[in-house]
């Protein structure tokens, strides 16, 4: 199969959407990551993002609507918290979990009787969701475990051959996943941190916790994406504590020509770096500006380097919270065991 990248245009969402209807999955751009996005109510076309990923048959898809859409379609319950969040929010990087009607294909929630649903701000994105007028369940467009795709290059690398269509819209401007929240409770619950953060939510509908698992407690975990390892660069990782700067300088003063090392940190850390035999990815100075570089300085690690010396930001909370999430799940060096949940 041959794949087509096409800027975003008339014609290419037309194409998209012909390929939509035939039961194929295109990548769409989004403002968080690039999506792979297949009909939801088709239930081939949803085996097929599985299959094409090599997606574990228990991590659950979101669906992406426009913002018109009408949402009781495949939604059960609307709390009017949740209201308050779409108006404050979408669209938006933001994910709402809903009880679902069971109008989408069973293989989306994989079990669930909740419905992620997402309306991204992308203009690329809304414009194709218009077009196919349908939900569109999309994961991030990377094979299952590699670093999320922040460019259309990003998931040539990962799909060519495999899919028939890339829509390009561009470098994604967020560069980290949406904010994935529980709206089927008495109050939110994030379930997977982004740009939109808990302290946002809060201040719009005055509550919001935070979901962490309890793997040892045998409880059945609410969004099964958080188990696996993700995000992952294909080159040896270490990720150190913000307080741990003098060991990852040592460890980094191991270069050789065989080994090469590549430091990945803050801008204000980096000097610790100077006179080593390193090539150094800045990430930046603020939350957003890191969210934004860090998947495509982590493709650019592995193939750049043999070992990637990765620093905590200094910073902890707000959109620093999604940031770190992505940078401990791309440097764990094993899986979480399934097994233990
Ligand atoms: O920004 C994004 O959300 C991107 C772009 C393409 O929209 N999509 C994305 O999809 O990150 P994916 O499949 O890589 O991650 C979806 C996350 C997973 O952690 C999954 O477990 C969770 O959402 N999820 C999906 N449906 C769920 C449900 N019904 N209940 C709980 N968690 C769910
Ligand atoms: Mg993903």
Redesign the pocket.
């Known amino acids: 199969m041959i794949t087509k990248i096409q800027r975003v245009a008339p014609d290419s969402l037309r194409e998209a959407k012909n390929f939509i209807e035939a039961g194929e999955v295109v990548a769409i751009p989004?403002e968080?990551?690039?999506?792979l996005g297949g009909d939801a109510f088709n239930d081939e076309a949803v085996k097929k993002i599985f299959a094409v990923k090599g997606r574990p048959n228990d991590?659950?898809?979101?669906a992406?609507v426009h913002a018109d859409y009408d949402l009781s379609k495949i939604i059960d319950y609307d709390p009017p918290y949740a209201k308050k969040l779409r108006e404050a929010f979408l669209p938006g990087?933001l994910?709402l979990?809903y009880p679902s009607t069971g109008k989408v294909s069973p293989f989306v929630?994989c079990g669930?009787n909740?419905?992620?649903v997402?309306i991204?701000a992308h203009e690329g994105a809304q414009a194709f969701l218009r077009e196919v007028d349908i939900p569109i369940v999309?994961?991030?467009?990377n094979l299952s475990k590699h670093v999320?795709p922040t460019s259309a290059q990003h998931v040539y690398e990962d799909f060519q051959g495999k899919i028939p269509l890339i829509l390009d819209g561009g470098v994604c401007v967020g560069g980290i996943?949406?904010t994935?929240c529980?709206v089927t409770g008495e109050v939110p619950v994030i379930?997977?941190p982004?740009l939109v953060t808990k302290e946002m939510i809060a201040s719009v509908v005055g509550a919001c916790e935070e979901y962490t698992p309890d793997f040892r407690s045998g409880e059945k975990v609410?969004?099964?994406?958080?188990l696996y390892k993700h995000y992952a660069p294909r080159c040896e990782t270490t990720l150190f504590g913000a307080n741990a700067l003098a060991d990852a300088v040592r460890v980094a003063k191991q270069a050789t020509a065989e080994k090469r090392v590549a430091v990945l940190c803050e801008s204000d850390l980096l000097g610790a770096f100077d006179g080593l035999n390193v090539a150094v990815l800045d990430l930046g100075k603020t939350g957003e500006e890191m969210a934004n570089r860090l998947y495509g300085m982590l493709r650019t690690a592995e193939t750049i380097c043999d070992l990637l010396v990765a620093v905590e930001p200094r910073e902890k909370g707000g959109v620093m919270t999604g940031v770190l999430n992505r940078l401990k799940k791309a440097c764990v060096s094993v899986d979480i065991p399934h097994e233990n949940v």
Do not use: F, M, Q, W
């Open positions: 989004t968080t990551v690039y999506g991590n659950p898809l979101i992406h990087p994910t979990v929630s669930l909740t419905l992620a997402r991204p999309a994961p991030s467009a999320s996943e949406s994935v529980d379930l997977r982004g609410k969004s099964p994406g958080v």
